[in-house]
């Protein structure tokens, strides 16, 4: 099994920075993408942010400039650094991980249970 937690969601001020990590365990042979959703109340859940085993990322263009993400391959985790927040940020957030769990294996999708950020204005 695979299980992906979050942590660091919390309350903050419009201008402040949080971040994120996601932490990533159980039968993984390799993470290929490392990504962030979040999904605002009455809308779609969005991509924020992904980075690929290569280093490759991408960003949502709102969110450029602001949020930066980042691995650590060797504990499979991964980080949103969120700063300059404005309350248009607020927002459920899901770590997400395409990944194989053997040498050959298919990729499987995973999902994070979600972790609250709410920004003031």
């Known amino acids: 099994q695979v299980q992906l937690v979050e942590s660091g969601g919390g309350l903050v001020h419009s201008g402040g920075s949080l971040r994120l990590a996601c932490a990533a365990s159980g039968s993984i042979f390799k993470i290929n993408i490392m990504a962030w959703y979040r999904q605002a109340p009455g809308k779609a859940r969005e991509l924020v942010a992904a980075?690929?085993?290569?280093?490759?990322?991408n960003y949502a263009d709102d969110v450029k400039g602001r949020f930066t993400i980042s691995k650590d391959t060797a504990k499979n985790t991964w980080y949103l650094q969120m700063n300059s927040l404005k309350p248009e940020d607020t927002a459920v957030y899901y770590c997400?991980?395409?990944?194989?769990?053997?040498?050959?294996?298919?990729?499987?999708?995973?999902w994070g249970q979600g972790t609250q950020v709410a920004v003031s204005s």
């Open positions: 980075v690929t085993s290569g280093d490759t990322t």
């Open positions: 997400n991980a395409d990944l194989q769990r053997g040498v050959d294996g298919p990729t499987f999708r995973y």
